[in-house]
């Protein structure tokens, strides 16, 4: 399913520059210009933004920036607003659209100087256009104003790169039915006493932990002859990330991968040949997503000398080191086909710290054509045969055939019933437009997949309104469209109806009934390595010397230790976020166990998996280790994230508790500081070296809230292995916290800080706000006050059930301008 | 439209036609331009009935048997070769090393794939000469094309073993044919033509954004009126993009050609899948896409059922026939003579169609070896070997029977380099290369 035909030629690759970086060069040049009180806040919450304009501190040019201003105001008020209007807005008989745009002040003035008031140009020249220019640009008209003046509110917005990748996965699901969640882990296996399947000959069915074998020339089970047999696996592939995989498999006898859809050969090693024994394939694959894998493994009888039988499935995953496939990526039931689009998106902007889909540029246009050419291409290959058999019985006169299969596309892709115009457009023009079927299929899904009606999914006020509801649910739960039976049936007969008095309580049964699913699961893990900011491609560099040991392959452990927490907590039947902080275990395996001790001590055998270095890479709890372990905020991986090369670093790790965990507001230093070096102050721990570089009163405004709240997790050094010593002293992990309304808590060990952030007001508040702004990706406070209330109380109530959390913020998203308009129309 | 009325009148005689126009030009720019050798191995599986096939005289003087009789036209411009043997012992039977060793001239790796006799085997130990003289040109930035070497299947099976394979980029490194023509065409125009569509599309899709816009607030708008202008903007740029390609006053720029819709890689399409190869070859030379390619009609053991000869019996099956069943050696000799005149229509597309470097045609530059794995099919021998040659890629002489007694193919092999400009000492098994190429045939 993956190449072939399906890699397009130019296929886009991402260079450019994410959207962020040009409003940091925003916020860079506001800096310098002292917008300073506005860059704080646009830095530390992302998305409250300031309603006032700047009214001082502007740039002094010729006369005082403030006094130019006023100057400026006053001409406005005077001159220009009994036809622009207050605040530029336009909408007046003199003139109507609104003041806005991209021009500097100097063209403007320039512009206005010649041109304005209409009635009499001469009436304002020189200075007088300049400062009015000055005012006009600061207060409404340059972006940055806009951005400044805009309260925060909906945008509407195009979907982002993981909500195209997740539509399309689920736009071609939409035709194989939908994957599915399974608890079970392992490979199904069946090895037969046969060259070939043969039920008579089958001796052994059972679920393989990981695949790696090496059977040289002994029997692989009993009853089974070693000269000639043949081994089926199948199951699917679990993702956690989205990224670029490389699926390793290593076999010395005949062998067989499909991959993704049941037909498609991702390897084809069906002639075994001396030497050869290595197949890599390097594909695309999508969080939250199963691929069906299904594997024949023959040793065939011959007359010349067998080759030992060795088996192996490994894989690099993004960032990662080669490892054979642990058996939590491994599920045992083979899951419908499914897709993974291999075209490369451009990254979103992220300047309110979640993606959003508010820029269109031509670089994610070629991306988007891309896009839909490849999905063009495997809806030819891959689903229209699908259809076909499906529909074998239909007529199929005049195309009918492919016209249905087409229109029931663009139906799914749009969320809603096609009308006329739309079909025409999409489906009967193209199909009369090309003869050949494959053609006319890849130009119905170029022009569906590049329509607005696919790409900017709220864009439905025409459609009914359990059509949005859909929609909206979709895209909340799974970044995706709405394609399972069920969901479209409760549409179909308008469940959803706003009218109907449980219409909300049966949107969150459908939620609800959504949120035990594989992709909820997906988008859930993005969230959690998002909050705690780890990139799970990334790499994390230690002093080798040190930390001998804390390899790529020590991290991948990690990384897997800690989605297991994560995944632990979140599907458990409490899915209780304070659990996050205080789980006294961790999920180990015995060479994790070896590295940082206790509290990572397997507390039962692991099943030896794989060969690497005969030690079980199985995944275990480890025996608790109370006072040692506190769930993800301890979590190795966390906290060398949150650590220099060498040392820790308490700064990094206070700015993260008090801006993540805790949702306050920092503004960023004063100047770039080098932490000092500690080979200079060799007598020093970390904590006192903090101290010493912040001790400064001006530095203290700020790091008095930061540096105690990170002291408090010192046992934990720069790979996160707990200690209670650093050269040769004890650590000193007292902390404490000043609340917002002035309140002094303290901390004596990291005990009492796991604690207070599990049971925080404001951390629960900062919670529910990320949360909302990771699934809904518009900001809470567009939605106003009494909701982000409510939902607070909602998660109190639910005993800070996370699952129930996300229902709950989909139920918002999906009511919300339903309701509005509902209630607009009633009054 | 019949299907073969739109072969007839398809994309490579607009091409030509466009071609001829821009002559004048390109004939005053070819003293600088250098002629463009290229070489096209055409495999036809099961071995032939060699007293129907090789002339009864070697020499100038040679006549043409009825399995050659297609190739009439073209005896001035063609040769034949008796004499040649592969020699290659080791793993595999007698069909695997007639295919895996034919173009490699080394034996195959011990392996899992069992014929019907001998021992099983793996892939072939080393490149495959079509594979070496593609490497050599692309090393070179002057011969250097696109693809290199594009390799052409007609109904080979879709499966990956011994049987299948005739080209190797190195020791176990089979490579695929691909059998769909329009696979092929995505290979080649899939860029220009996803363009094609994409600028067709997009004046429609306009209308659209039109038309979900209307009901925006003016806010809501700007992203979209900001995606029109962008949709409008790729929409201009590929309209002169099409007009400078359309245009055609360089000569390096030919129309793209147009396959009939919907032929499925079935048995009975073999004829028109073969001719729609023959023109993406032709038009892949035109464009200079490659100078090596090859064109694979099934595979060895394949068992074409040639209805349209009215033969219902597969080619393989019929093969093993004694020659004593008059019936099935007539039959083969008609599938025989069918493979000839895939090989008469390609040469004869290739003289009709000027070379795009202004020496002559596509022929003259051009030389089709057409083989096969086994000298003769129910005797599984891999003696006198069909060599056929027709064009002038390679400085053989030409208009010629040879019959080279028993040489090892090796040597065939080693002449093909040298007779393309790229002299070896060995290649394959330097066992069989002692004697080095085959003396007498370069001009």
Redesign the interface.
């Given at each position: 399913m993956f190449f072939?035909?399906r890699m397009?030629?130019?296929a886009i690759t991402s260079t450019m520059k994410s959207l962020a970086t040009n409003v940091e060069a925003i916020i860079r040049v506001s800096i310098r210009i002292g917008c300073c009180g506005i860059v704080c806040v646009l830095l530390s919450t992302g998305c409250q933004v300031s309603a006032e304009p700047p009214t001082d501190e502007l740039p002094a040019s010729g006369e005082s920036g403030a006094g130019e201003m006023r100057r400026g105001q006053k001409i406005y008020t005077d001159q220009c607003l009994s036809c622009h209007g207050e605040g530029g807005r336009g909408g007046t008989e003199g003139y109507a659209?609104?003041l806005l745009g991209d021009a500097t002040v100097s063209d403007l003035a320039s512009l206005i100087a010649d041109t304005m008031p209409e009635e009499d140009p001469e009436q304002c020249v020189g200075d007088d256009a300049k400062a009015v220019a000055r005012f006009i640009h600061e207060t409404f008209y340059s972006e940055a104003a806009q951005r400044r003046n805009r309260p925060a509110q909906r945008?509407?917005?195009?979907l982002t790169g993981t909500q195209i990748q997740q539509s399309l996965a689920d736009l071609y699901q939409h035709f194989f039915g939908p994957s599915y969640r399974v608890k079970e882990r392992g490979l199904s296996a069946s090895y037969f006493d046969s060259g070939r399947w043969d039920k008579e000959k089958l001796k052994v069915e059972r679920v393989d932990p990981v695949l790696d074998f090496d059977f040289g020339r002994e029997s692989p089970v009993e009853g089974v002859t070693p000269d000639e047999f043949y081994i089926h696996w199948s199951g699917s592939l679990r993702v956690e990330h989205t990224g670029r995989y490389e699926i390793v498999v290593e076999s010395t006898?005949?062998m067989k991968l499909r991959f993704g859809h049941h037909d498609y050969v991702l390897i084809?090693n069906?002639?075994?040949?001396?030497?050869?024994t290595e197949f890599r394939r390097t594909l695309n694959l999508i969080g939250g997503r199963q691929y069906a894998i299904q594997i024949d493994f023959?040793?065939?009888?011959?007359?010349?000398?067998l080759p030992p039988a060795k088996f192996a499935l490994r894989w690099v995953p993004p960032g990662g080191a080669e490892t054979v496939i642990p058996t939590e990526y491994l599920i045992p039931s083979t899951q419908p086909s499914g897709f993974a689009l291999q075209t490369k998106l451009p990254p979103d902007d992220r300047s309110y710290g979640y993606d959003r889909g508010?820029?269109?540029?031509?670089q994610w246009?070629?991306a988007v054509?891309a896009a839909a050419?490849e999905f063009g291409?495997i809806a030819g290959s891959e689903l229209w045969p699908q259809y076909r058999r499906k529909h074998r019985r239909d007529s199929d006169e005049n195309r009918s055939r492919l016209r249905g299969f087409l229109s029931e596309l663009a139906t799914i892709a749009f969320r809603a019933p096609l009308d006329e115009?739309?079909q025409k457009?999409y489906v009967d023009?193209?199909l009369a437009?090309?003869?050949?079927?494959?053609?006319a299929i890849?130009?119905s899904c170029?022009?569906i997949i590049?329509?607005?009606?696919f790409?900017?999914p709220t864009?439905d006020?025409?459609a009914a309104p359990s059509n949005r509801v859909a929609t909206r649910l979709a895209l909340t739960m799974f970044d995706s469209l709405p394609t399972d039976e069920w969901l479209l049936d409760q549409v179909s007969k308008n469940h959803f109806a706003p009218d109907h008095k449980d219409a909300e309580e049966r949107i969150r049964q459908a939620a609800l009934r959504m949120s035990d699913d594989q992709r909820l699961h997906g988008k859930m893990m993005e969230m959690f390595f998002d909050w705690l900011d780890i990139d799970p491609a990334a790499e994390v560099a230690k002093d080798e010397n040190k930390y001998a040991g804390f390899d790529k392959v020590m991290i991948l452990d990690l990384r897997r230790s800690l989605e297991r927490t994560i995944g632990d907590v979140f599907w458990s039947d409490s899915s209780d976020y304070r659990q996050l902080f205080s789980s006294d275990f961790n999920w180990t395996n015995s060479r994790l166990g070896d590295f940082f001790g206790e509290g990572w001590i397997p507390g039962v055998e692991g099943r030896v998996e794989g060969r690497v270095d005969g030690v079980s890479n199985e995944l275990v709890q480890s025996k608790p280790a109370g006072g040692r372990s506190f769930g993800v905020l301890t979590h190795p991986l966390v906290m060398s994230h949150l650590s220099y090369f060498d040392t820790t670093s308490p700064i990094h790790r206070g700015v993260f508790l008090f801006r993540r965990v805790l949702g306050r507001t920092l503004r960023p230093p004063n100047e770039a500081f080098t932490p000092l070096n500690p080979d200079l102050h060799p007598d020093l721990t970390t904590r006192q070296r903090v101290e010493l570089q912040t001790g400064e009163s001006k530095c203290q405004v700020c790091h008095q809230k930061i540096n105690t709240l990170g002291f408090a997790l010192e046992n934990f050094d720069a790979v996160g292995r707990f200690r209670e010593q650093e050269n040769g002293k004890p650590i000193d992990a007292t902390g404490g916290y000043l609340s917002r309304d002035g309140q002094q808590v303290s901390f004596a060990t990291p005990a009492d800080l796991a604690n207070f952030m599990a049971n925080n007001d404001d951390a629960h508040r900062a919670f529910v706000e990320r949360v909302f702004e990771h699934f809904a990706k518009q900001p809470l406070a567009a939605y106003g006050e009494d909701v982000a209330e409510d939902l607070v109380k909602r998660f109190r109530d639910s005993g800070y059930h996370m699952r129930r959390l996300i229902v709950e913020v989909a139920v918002v998203v999906a009511t919300h301008q339903l309701d509005q308009e509902y209630n607009n129309e009633s009054t | 439209m019949n299907r073969r009325d739109f072969l007839a009148q398809m994309g490579i005689s607009t091409a030509a036609a466009s071609l001829l126009m821009g002559l004048p030009s390109l004939c005053m720019g070819s003293a600088a331009t250098n002629r463009r050798r290229r070489l096209v191995f055409v495999f036809s599986p099961n071995g032939v009935i060699p007293n129907h096939f090789w002339p009864d005289e070697a020499g100038k003087d040679f006549d043409l048997k009825r399995i050659l009789q297609p190739l009439a036209d073209f005896k001035d411009q063609m040769l034949t070769m008796k004499g040649i043997c592969n020699r290659i012992q080791g793993?595999g039977d007698g069909h695997m090393r007639g295919i895996g060793c034919l173009l490699t001239g080394i034996e195959?790796?011990?392996?899992?794939?069992?014929g019907g006799s001998d021992?099983?085997?793996?892939?072939s130990m080393g490149i495959s000469v079509d594979q070496h003289v593609k490497n050599q040109l692309q090393a070179d930035p002057a011969t250097a094309t696109r693809f290199g070497s594009l390799e052409f299947g007609v109904m080979v099976p879709d499966?990956?073993?011994?049987w299948t394979r005739m080209s190797y980029a190195g020791?176990?490194q089979p490579v695929a044919p691909i059998s769909d023509p329009?696979?092929m065409f995505?290979k080649l125009y899939?860029?220009a033509k996803?363009r094609e569509?994409?600028a067709?599309?997009l004046d429609?899709?306009a209308?659209?954004?039109k038309?979900?816009?209307k009901?925006?607030s003016?806010?809501?708008r700007q992203?979209?009126d900001?995606?029109l202008d962008?949709?409008r903007?790729?929409e201009k740029e590929l309209k002169t993009e099409l007009a400078a390609a359309t245009k055609n006053d360089s000569g390096t720029v030919h129309a793209v050609p147009k396959l009939p819709?919907?032929i499925e890689e079935q048995n009975d399409n073999m004829p028109q899948i073969t001719q729609m190869q023959i023109e993406l070859m032709i038009n892949s030379f035109l464009a200079d896409f490659a100078r090596v390619a090859s064109l694979q009609i099934t595979n060895s053991v394949g068992q074409p059922r040639m209805t349209w000869l009215d033969i219902k019996e597969g080619h393989h099956g019929l093969s093993h026939e004694p020659d004593s069943n008059e019936e099935a050696y007539e039959k083969l000799i008609r599938i025989n003579t069918w493979y000839a005149e895939q090989v008469a229509h390609m040469a004869r597309r290739m003289k009709e169609t000027p070379d795009p470097s202004g020496h002559g045609s596509l022929l003259d530059n051009t030389t089709i070896i057409w083989t096969n794995e086994l000298g003769k099919g129910n005797s599984h021998t891999r003696d006198n070997i069909p060599f056929v040659m027709v064009g002038g890629g390679l400085d053989f002489r030409l208009g010629e029977a040879y019959d080279f007694g028993k040489v090892p193919h090796n040597r065939l092999l080693l002449s093909i380099l040298e007779g393309f400009g790229m002299p070896e000492k060995t290649f394959g098994n330097p066992e069989f290369c002692g004697d080095g190429p085959l003396t007498g045939l370069i001009t």
């Open positions: 072939g035909k397009n030629d130019h659209d609104p945008d509407l917005s195009r006898c005949s084809d069906h002639v075994q040949s001396e030497g050869k023959t040793q065939r009888k011959r007359k010349t000398e508010t820029r269109v540029d031509r246009d070629d054509t050419l291409s115009a739309s457009l023009d193209q437009e090309a003869e050949d079927d494959l053609l890849a130009r170029l022009l590049k329509s607005p009606r790409l900017y864009l006020h025409d | 793993d195959l790796f011990p392996g899992d794939i069992q021992t099983p085997a793996g892939w499966r990956a073993d011994t020791a176990n329009y696979q995505d899939g860029q996803n569509m994409l067709s599309v429609d899709l209308g659209d954004f038309r979900v816009s009901v925006l003016s806010e809501d992203i979209l900001l995606h962008l949709v903007n790729v819709p919907n």
